[in-house]
């Protein structure tokens, strides 16, 4: 990884941020969020990931998450490469206004990096931060929730539909949350 941040422990519980490359806001449009929501529950139910926490906001997501299998890292990228498939089809097929500049940033993008055939859309890193005590993992979850309060997109964490401080708060939540 270009940061020399990776995950080390596969069996452990991770803060992970996925980010859009040159932080292209995608995910301010439902369809996109309901993608990436589609997928976490895919690897939820079929991969064995747990999601702890979680907010997909519009350019990046956090999570909180364990692999059950004790192999986060490969879910993780089999997760980044569905979705970046999935929102790139989304975005040539649908009416997105934005399409022409988006898809350019993307194949920009992937033009910087020999891995990438056509488009890069996640960036590479996901920051994994390695969860070891409750007060870390209540700091991060604190974060998670409080992003769209920051963003200004709501007054109250609990608020924001695409977040598990719905959960927290005991009301529905787009995912299913597992407790820490």
Known sequence: MANGCQIRKQDETYFITLTVVNWIDVFTRRIYRDIVVENLRYCQKNKGLEIFAFVIMTNHIHLIVRCQNGNLSSVIRDFKSYTAKRVLET??????????WMLKMFAMSASRNKRNE??????Q???PELLYSSR????KVNYIHENPVKAGFVSNAEDYEYSSARWFAGKDCVLEVSNL
Do not use: L, P, T, V
């Open 91 to 100: 975005i040539s097929e649908c009416a997105e206004s934005r399409r022409e």
């Open 118 to 123: 056509k488009y890069q859309f996640w960036k």
């Open 125 to 127: 890193d996901n920051h």
């Open 136 to 139: 870390f993992i209540d700091e």
